[in-house]
Nanobody, 120 residues
Framework: QVQLVESGGGLVQAGRSLRLSCAAS????????MGWYRQAPGKERELVAH???????SYIDSVKGRFTISRDNAKNTVYLQMDNLKPEDTAVYYC??????????????WGQGTQVTVSS
């Protein structure tokens, strides 16, 4: 059973940093893309950052220059370094990855979410 476990959320003041981690486990054969989404109260979930298996990254405009996504393929882990945080970054952040196992073809999986709150 594939699981994505996130960590690193919390409450910080504007201008500070947080680093989110998401570790995948459970009979994994291979991981294609990995990414971070977020959902603020009353808003739709949005893709924040994305990284391919080859390391190509993409970001939404509002976080470019402040957030950095990276992955450690040996650990099946994806990270989101968030610098110069702003109150509008407040949301629940979800890890997402397309994973194939030895018995199941590639499909997307989601983490449980981690709360990030940025105070002004």
């Amino acid at each position: 059973q594939v699981q994505l476990v996130e960590s690193g959320g919390g409450l910080v003041q504007a201008g500070r940093s947080l680093r989110l981690s998401c570790a995948a486990s459970g009979g994994i054969f291979s991981i294609n893309y990995m990414g971070w989404y977020r959902q603020a109260p009353g808003k739709e979930r949005e893709l924040v950052a994305h990284i391919t298996s080859g390391g190509r990254t993409s970001y939404i405009d509002s976080v470019k220059g402040r957030f950095t996504i990276s992955r450690d393929n040996a650990k099946n882990t994806v990270y989101l370094q968030m610098d110069n945080l702003k109150p509008e970054d407040t949301a629940v952040y979800y890890c997402n990855a397309e994973i194939g196992t030895v018995v199941v073809a590639f499909r997307p999986y989601w983490g449980q979410g981690t709360q990030v709150t940025v105070s002004s």
